[in-house]
């Protein structure tokens, strides 16, 4: 029997916790005490229980992005949150104790846990235990529920798929549950012609007795795995962008879908173009019972959706409106890695660049959150890294010693680098 309306919000409530502590809807507590993480080489300082793991393979994928290798710590910490299975937590408090598969384990902690190793590299044996986790909780429909056992949603099944992108394989080959195909199975998340006019081609988070309901977090990550693409993906180039076009519906055929993921990829967008629009350019919350104002974390999606489509131009009017005052996205961003990471994540995708985002470095802001990356991106300290300088708590030394008979002496260079303190 199809849900309720009320196991749908309860089940909606529990599935979105993460993205909530990530977007608008509510923002995540600082330890009580004030002291800083936890655990070495966690990043951030607000409490980790429903975003730890999520919030740290953004920041390993925005890192990639911007050709930034975090530190053996952090990586370690995400691999450490692993559990024997494979499966990952939202967080877990102590590596040693072993999980509950029941109760601790979830689909979309699991495959961000994925993209986020596959970004940092050098992880592949845990790379694969996701993977194989995955496929072992896979539902029968072919689909992903947010924990083993719950029904399938559009989410979880998104972000599901693109985990397997980002390791490099084809879930329509290579996920195929009982003959179902995931990419087909989430399409029937979709809204058709018979949907209310403003809410053609957006895709519902749950189905239930009430039908399908536009859902705005589901619709962006589906516009994503409809284009078998995760969190990170290369940018279109600057002069190839696609006009966006709604789901054209006739009167023939009120019932009628997109018939593919391109279609449906193309109708989604559709959608958020639309929303966005007759919102003055930002998208509302998902999660039950949020206020009815601007959320910065679908929005930032949205774009980073609209991005992977091709549609630059699309793209950039979120953009647009989260790097105005009136957003509030720098403030709202500031200090959190998983909200910064997104920014980073939509603002390269949509042409922009993310260490000049209305006047701030997004780069320099999440690497302060976590352990001093190994390597910087090319260019040099940014200006927030400058500023820091004095602040540093260690000089490492480096010697590389070379030997030219030519020269009849070694000459030994000296090379140092800092560390920077962790903010926390």
Known sequence: MAPSLAVHARRGAAALATAAVLGAAAAPAAFADGSPSPAPGLYGTADPKFDGVFRQSLAF???????????????????????????????R?????????????????????????????GRADAVKKGLDWLKAHQNDDGGWGYQAGSPSDA??????????????????????????????TLLTFQLGCDAKEGERGA????????GLRADNLASAAAALATLGKGFLFEPPKKDADQPVKALECSGDDERAKPKDAAAAAGAVDGYLVATMDKNGGYLLPSMPGAPAKPDQGNTADAALALA????RAAAEKPLKWLRSKESGT????????????????ATRAAGGDPRDFAGANLVDQLNATGPA????????????????????????????IGVGLAFGAGIGFLISGRKKKQQL
């Open 308 to 311: 992977a489509g091709g549609h």
């Open 155 to 184: 989410n979880s099944t998104s972000i599901a798929l693109g985990a397997f992108a980002a390791a490099g394989q084809d879930p329509a080959k290579d996920a195929v549950k009982n003959g179902k195909n995931p990419v087909e």
């Open 93 to 121: 408090a102590d590596p040693a104790k072993a999980c509950d598969p029941k109760k601790d384990e979830f689909t979309d902690a699991t495959a961000a846990a994925v993209q986020g190793l596959a970004a940092a590299g």
């Open 61 to 91: 994928m925005a890192q990639n992005a911007m050709d930034v290798t975090p530190a053996k710590p952090a990586v370690d910490w995400l691999a450490g949150q692993q559990c024997e299975d494979g499966g990952f937590p939202g967080y």
């Open 373 to 400: 990356p190994e390597k910087r991106a090319t260019g040099g300290m940014g200006k927030e890294d400058e500023e820091k300088k004095d602040d540093s708590v260690t000089i490492n030394l480096w010697w590389i």
């Open 330 to 345: 720098a403030e709202w961003a500031k200090g959190q890695p998983g909200r910064l990471a997104k920014l980073i994540l």
């Open 203 to 210: 895709f519902a988070y749950l189905k239930d007795d009430k």
